[in-house]
């Protein structure tokens, strides 16, 4: 691909996650011809939510991460997989890791975010996180070595019971027949505290139902190859519960994608606080989009309907700005919230309406189907969905 032969400066998306693909999409449908480039390190899109689903073989690898060549053959954009080390904003150009300088209109930053393991010393050691193919890989070959040994009789811990440790304990579970007892920690006292009360109360139901242990007000102290020690939030008396376990799954927190490009602009929570348009008030032509910022005055969830919302006003914005129109500030949707409940089970709220059960899981599946990008890939997993015998 030759960058210096194109018409114009393009736009340049730095991060293909939802924030980034929900711009690029959004721009491409406003399109002026001026090219749009997108780049990522990774060779494929992934849809986070639906790798539940992955994991339990109920969808396969094109419907839950279709490569990013795919799409933008059919969308018709620019893909360049790489990472980006500096931004010089005053020649407006980018500097990548394979050292090819990428000139820009207009720039927007996703760059996401990825599993915390600085929480434990030697976290990152013994257990994964679930943000990526790696962890999903590691997390089947864990749940075959269950499945197929008599050594793996230790129960498997997942720290953190929002939305990603309940639905990985329930997937988990029926994935090993409830062999093992799957022991789920978190210092609050309540599963998914941020949830909608109907999806609370049904994922309770579904983890009574499964050999599914929840130590409410707890934290992982430390860690090694073979135990794990469990404190009280409220420990007056510094006692400690230690349990040999199969496996450590880390779903209690998340920082920025490790990145030259936002390092020294991330705060000491490890986001980057922006104005209400998603910008830096020093950097008029660059966009942040994501689960690496924040708005004091316009606080919203780190969540995917989030980062979608963002990018499609942040490219309805870079529309404005080339226009020379007024823009318009960020204001959160709540559209409601879906969960999966194990295979073949899930539970919805939203627009009024609540719903679980099998039923949930397909309308779950096809409510995502339309958030996919790219017309051939929604019909061809629509089809697979709708005539589906699993």
Known sequence: MDLNNLKSDPI??????????????????????????LIDQSPRFLFKPLLYELLSGELE????????????AEL????????VVKVDQFEKKLITSSETEVKYSQLVISTGVTTDFSIVEDLETYACG???????????????????????INPLVISGAGP????????????VNNKIEIYLVDKGKKILSKSKSFNREKAIDAISERNIHIYYEHYIESINENIIELHSVENENNTSLKINYSGLIWTAGLKPCASQLVDHLLDKNKKIKVNQFLQINEYKNIFFVGDIVFCENYPFPASAQVAIQQGFLTAQNIISLREGNQLKSFQFEDIGEM????????????????????LAFRLRHLTYLMRMPGFSLTLKSAGSCLFSKK
């Open 164 to 175: 990603t440790g309940v639905e990985l304990a329930c997937k988990i579970s029926d994935l």
């Open 339 to 358: 969960l999966s409940l194990g295979i073949g089970n899930a539970s919805i709220t939203g627009y009024g309406v609540t719903l679980a059960g099998p």
């Open 130 to 152: 679930f943000s990526n193919l790696n962890d999903l890989l590691r997390i089947k070959e864990l749940i075959t070595l269950i499945n197929n040994s008599s050594d793996h």
């Open 76 to 83: 018709g954009f620019i893909f360049l997989q790489d990472s």
């Open 61 to 72: 690898l094109w419907e839950v991460a279709p490569t990013y060549s795919a799409l933008a």
């Open 12 to 37: 340049v998306v730095v991060g293909g996650g939802f924030g980034g693909i929900s711009t690029v999409q959004a721009l491409l449908a406003r399109s002026d011809g001026t090219p749009i480039i």
